[in-house]
């Protein structure tokens, strides 16, 4: 039989860890099994693509490829290392592992040398608890207990290289204009404490899912993408903030996400609702924290009446984290593309936007 990938001590006790070793990383499997080397009162269920972990005290689910785990209530655990399918099943990495049981109240840490995953005693759930309650924790986006660090947010410069993207009749390419705010952006992130990447920093073309592979690798608290908008009539103006979603927006916005979307396959855009659920509150509150200071800030027309927009805009849907997509003005209104020639208007609008940010996404302690 093969080795376990490891143990787990909880109680005195000392039990095998079902799992396997993959390229020197040990994966434990969520199954039944794993329940029984536990111990205790968790049940792990297959509910595909996810896995369910259960105790009286909460219910968390978790899929392969996520680093977000969800709660029945919404609410959002993160773990260091998303689960992948190993010999048919889903597997976490102790340290993962150690995240999911601590939001079920089995708290414990991983002795990497000893290869071995300590528990702490469990405690007796209250006997008013039911296995639908939701893990204790915040109602929001963001994890109870985040590791410690700096914010660090994934900028996103739209277009690039070959791709214009939208154009005024005065000749400004929209490239140029996300490119300048997005390298103001991130120098202001950085100056308060942010760690920044960035998808472009100079004029080259990076496809969309070039793009979401360098959010999901950045491992970021957040994806904020900034574009320039456009529209038939030169008459339209303003800002506009979006999140992904398919809830009715005017319907112009359908025209601007099939520009955007651009070399995106639709079918790609099919993820885990599980994803969807665990970042689309703190993408609103994001969003709506940056078309706040936009309009209120700087003054600017905004044109969600009351809340933020939603459109099915490929980078929002596939960068597996909150995700924001800014519209900073109409390049084909000749007002606004004069304004937006202007260095100094875009230190502006860079400036309002890095003040949502930091607004929603205080500095860890």
């Not at 099939?258 to 994803?275: H, K, P, Q």
């Not at 659920?277 to 924290?289: P, T, V």
């Amino acid at each position: 039989a093969a080795p376990p990938a490891a143990r787990v001590e909880h109680d005195g006790l000392l039990a095998d860890l079902p799992g396997v070793v993959r390229d020197g990383e040990r994966w434990a499997a969520l199954t039944p099994a794993l329940a029984a080397a536990v111990g205790g009162d968790l049940r792990i269920r297959s509910a595909d693509p996810a896995v369910v972990l259960a105790r009286p005290v909460g219910v968390l689910r978790a899929a392969p490829g996520l680093t977000a785990a969800l709660t029945a209530a919404g609410q959002v655990v993160w773990l260091p290392d998303a689960p992948r399918m190993l010999d048919g099943a889903l597997c976490m990495t102790p340290r993962a592992l150690v995240a999911a049981l601590t939001a079920l109240a089995l708290p414990g840490r991983w002795d990497a040398d000893a290869g071995i995953l300590r528990l702490a005693p469990a405690e007796p759930a209250p006997a008013s608890s039911r296995p639908s309650d939701p893990a204790p924790g915040p109602r929001s986006g963001r994890p109870a207990g985040p590791p410690p660090g700096p914010i660090h947010v994934v900028v996103d410069a739209g277009h690039g290289g070959h791709d214009c993207g939208a154009q005024g009749n005065g000749g400004l390419c929209e490239k140029a204009v996300t490119l300048d705010i997005a390298l103001r952006l991130g120098k202001l992130l950085t100056a308060r404490g942010a760690k920044v990447t960035y998808t472009r920093e100079d004029d080259r073309f990076i496809s969309l899912p070039g793009r979401v592979e360098i959010a999901r690798k950045a491992r970021a608290d957040l994806f904020v993408s900034v574009h320039v908008n456009s529209a038939p009539s030169s008459r339209a103006r303003g800002v506009e903030t979006y999140v992904y979603g398919m809830r009715t927006s005017p319907h112009a916005t359908r025209d601007i996400a099939r520009f955007e979307n651009g070399d995106a396959n639709y079918m790609d855009l099919i993820v885990s609702d599980l994803e969807e659920q665990a970042n689309h509150a703190a993408s609103i509150r994001a969003a709506g924290q940056v078309e706040a200071e936009l309009v209120h800030g700087l003054g600017l027309f905004g044109r969600a009446s009351s809340r933020v927009f939603e459109a099915p805009f490929y980078v929002l849907k596939r960068s597996g984290r909150p995700a924001v997509l800014v519209e900073v003005g109409f390049i084909s209104n000749p007002a606004e593309e004069r304004r937006l020639k202007d260095p100094d208007y875009r230190r502006r609008l860079a400036e309002a936007i890095a003040a949502g940010l930091t607004g929603t996404l205080p500095p860890r302690t």
